[in-house]
């Protein structure tokens, strides 16, 4: 099954687009972290606790690695559709992150905060707790929706 569109790349241009590239992330985002949950082993703990771990010992927090939670989780969810829409938006997705990298270190930190978390709630099995902080995740991206951070 392919589902990329080229359309989607003319769709994310402006401010608006990007918003709305936000809420279909946080759509499949926040489920994925559900299902990741439910479906936790000690295996997929220990890969994302690797993850934070890589980003806590660099001096300010890696927007890659960031990512690199962020993707985890939905391969974590076990859904291959999911996975396939999610990975169908990817190129968007990694624009968006780009922007990310010059906001401020503090900003960024609040990434890795979330992210910790996010994977306390998947090592309890506790999947509305990972799905609920989710949105969490993108409160402080809504501040940072001007035009010269979008």
């Not at 993850?51 to 690199?68: M, S, T």
């Amino acid at each position: 099954m392919n589902i990329h569109n080229t359309e989607l790349v003319k769709l994310i241009s402006g401010r608006s687009s990007l918003i709305e590239l936000m809420e279909v992330r946080l759509l499949i985002e926040a489920q994925a972290a559900y299902w990741a949950s439910e479906r936790a082993t000690k295996e997929t703990i220990s890969e994302l606790e690797a993850i934070l771990k890589e980003d806590e010992l660099l001096p300010e927090p890696d927007v890659d690695l960031h990512a690199r939670f962020h993707d985890t989780i939905v391969k974590l969810s076990g859904n291959k559709l999911l996975i396939q829409l999610y990975n169908s938006i990817r190129a968007e997705i990694s624009i968006q992150r780009k922007k990310f990298k010059e906001w401020p270190i503090e900003d960024r930190r609040k990434f890795s905060l979330e992210h910790a978390e996010i994977l306390d709630k998947i090592k309890n099995k506790d999947p509305k707790g990972a799905r609920d902080l989710m949105p969490v995740s993108y409160t402080h991206l809504r501040a940072h929706e001007t035009p010269e951070h979008l």
